[in-house]
Every structure is written in C-alpha cells, then in structure tokens.
C-alpha cells in the first residue's frame, strides 16, 4: 500500500488532483507516488512531482490567494505555451487547470528545469572562475534579448496586455502604486527620494523609438535557472509579471540590479564574488547588436527600471510596518528601494 502523501496544510488534494491527471494526457502514468515541494518564489507554490517514470512541476496560488491570483496563475500557463518553439528557454508548459474544484484555485504543471536560480553566493565553478561569471552576465543579456525577438500576434499573445501609449503611462501607473501604500497601517508618507523630479523627467522625455512586445516583467538573476555544468541558462521562470510592452525595459531592469564605480553609495551587488560580470556599458552593446534596437534613448529605461523597482520593493517594506511582511526584508528592500530612486536622480543628471 502506497504510504499518504502530504498535502501540504491544504495546499494539495491528492484524490482529486489524481483523478483529474487522469483525464488529461500526461507523462506517466497513476497516481503521484512522490512529492516535494520546492523553495523559490514569496507569492507561490512549486511542488515537484513523481507519477510513474515522469516527474513533474506543479505551480499554485498561496492557501490564502489574492483576488487576481487565479487569473495570473492561468497567464503564466499561457505564456509558456505561446513560448513553445522560440528561442526563450522556459519551462516546458504541460497542462493547466482553470476550475476551482480540483484544489481550491488555478494551476498548471510544468517539465522541471535542473539548475539552480543564483542569489548571494554563487556556487561551485561560477564563485571560482571569472569566465562563468562573465558569461552569467552574456547569457542573461541574450535571453533578454531572444524575448525580445518574440512576434506576440504571431505567438497568439496580440491581446495579452495593453500596448497602447504603454510608454506614456508608465509613470501614474508606478506612483499610483506607491502612494496606494498609504492605505497600509504605519506607511503613513512616502519615505523614497526625488519621486516628483524622476517622475516629470520621465513625462517630459518620453523616447521617440519605441517598440512593443513580449515582456518578462521580473527579469533578473533569481529569475534565471542556470545550469550547474556549465554557465547556460536553461530556463526563465516566474512570468506572472509578463505582460506587452517595451522589451528595452527588461533589459534595464536586470542591469539595475548591477553595482558599478561611481553609483550612490549604500548597495551591494546582488552576487558573490561580483569580479568578472561585463559592465552595464557593454552588455547594453551586446543587446543592440543582438536586437538591432537604436539605444540611443535608452537613459528614459534605465530611470524607469530604477523607478519603478524602487516602487515595487517599497511595498514589502510598506506591508512590514503594517505587520504583514517580516521587517527585516521590508528594511533591506527599503534600503533597495532608496538606492534606486537615487540612482534614477544621477542617471537623469547625465541623460
């Protein structure tokens, strides 16, 4: 007799998950006779599953889901099927579940990836060697740039986000967010630096040269499964940000994660050991002549990233003085979050 498998407080319901892999066609075959739930991810759940010879991943709301977390679950799921045949590495999508009843919310299932997503210090080879970290850095930039040569009305995604005036709305979209933070208990004024004058250099120089397309929306290094043999990114995963837009911004959004001579001070580089990363200057060289895209404009990404990154981590620290995120998170991001905003300032005074 198979022993029970956990559920996780509620999180997995084994009589109807079975019964519903069952109806579909999935690798393997009978019920799931191994689980693991995998770390990664604040908002969501990854469980690694055995049903017969096929293992594979299942990815969930939290117990106590968002009123979009559904919704979101079912747009990661079709991302990764409209994915399927470019030259992104993602997961490869399986098969998702829009009905309720199976588990209590939406969920998809996914081939798993094996790598590892770096934060911190770096392991094995890529703390050892210059070159791995190098090439962790091209890598990075020509995955953003295989997401940007995606056609998203040829990959079925025309309707997948609002592509209209993306660029014009970008700054009330971002500070609306932010000042929403002031219905929070304890977030009672907004504590980031020089958020008027980001925001009217933002308004007043709105670039020219603009495109629309596949955008991750969260495109950095913990983002990034790299393989453990060799420094390759096997997939991007967590796309509950994607969404249309300017493909420049995921990009800028990763180097804003970069720690270079002559930034503010106050911030770390993200990893560990940092020697041996290309420069933001030449990485965006290489994503120009990847993509063919004048760059020219391409301070207005770089405020934007910093901007808004500093709006979106701003919330966990918001959420911490209200009691419902853990305050040594919400401080450091916090900390993130000034650096960028001063970061955007100095970017503006060399646009």
């Known amino acids: 007799m198979q022993t ?30 191994a689980v693991q739930r995998l770390a990664g991810g604040t908002q ?3 469980f690694l599953m055995t049903r017969g ?26 991302v990764l ?40 210090l770096l ?85 020219a040269n603009q495109r629309i397309g596949v955008i991750h929306g969260d495109f950095q290094f913990s983002n990034a499964m790299y393989a453990h043999t060799e420094p390759r990114i096997v997939g991007m995963i967590d796309w509950e940000l994607s969404s249309l837009g300017d493909p420049v911004l995921d990009l800028c959004w990763a180097l804003a994660r970069w720690v270079e001579d002559g930034d503010p001070e106050g911030e770390t580089p993200f990893l560990e050991p940092w020697d041996g990363f290309p420069s933001r200057a030449e990485l965006m060289g290489l994503y120009g002549e990847l993509t063919g895209r004048d760059l020219s404009e391409i301070a207005w990404f770089q405020v934007l990233a910093s901007y808004k990154m500093g709006c979106v981590f701003e919330g966990t620290y918001a959420r911490a003085l209200s009691g419902q995120a853990p305050m040594a ?17 100095q970017l503006i005074g060399t646009a």
């Open 4 to 33: 029970a498998l956990p559920d996780f407080d509620g999180l997995l319901n084994w009589e109807n998950l079975n019964a519903w892999m069952e109806s579909r066609e999935l690798p393997g075959h009978g019920p799931v006779i």
């Open 123 to 207: 392991p094995a080879h890529y703390a050892r060697e210059r070159s791995w970290r190098r090439q962790m850095g091209v890598e990075l930039i020509q995955v953003a740039a295989a997401i940007a040569s995606v056609d998203h009305e040829t990959a079925g995604l025309a309707d997948y986000g609002k592509p209209e005036h993306w660029h014009e709305r970008q700054v009330d979209r971002w500070r609306s967010q932010l000042e929403g933070y002031l219905l929070l208990p304890g977030y009672t004024e907004v504590l980031l630096p020089h958020v008027d004058e980001v925001c009217r250099w933002l308004g007043d120089n709105i670039p």
């Open 329 to 345: 998170i919400g401080e450091r991001l916090h900390r993130t979050s000034v650096w960028q905003l001063r970061k955007s300032r």
């Open 53 to 78: 010879d096929a293992r594979f991943v299942l990815r969930r709301p939290p117990l106590h889901p968002r009123a979009n977390s559904n919704a979101t679950m079912l747009r990661e799921a079709r």
């Open 81 to 120: 099927q409209a994915l399927a045949g470019s030259p992104v590495p993602h997961p490869r999508f399986l098969a998702a579940c829009d009905d309720t009843g199976v588990i209590g919310v939406c969920f998809y299932l996914m081939a798993p990836l094996d790598g590892f997503s770096p934060r911190g």
């Open 44 to 46: 969501n759940n990854l």
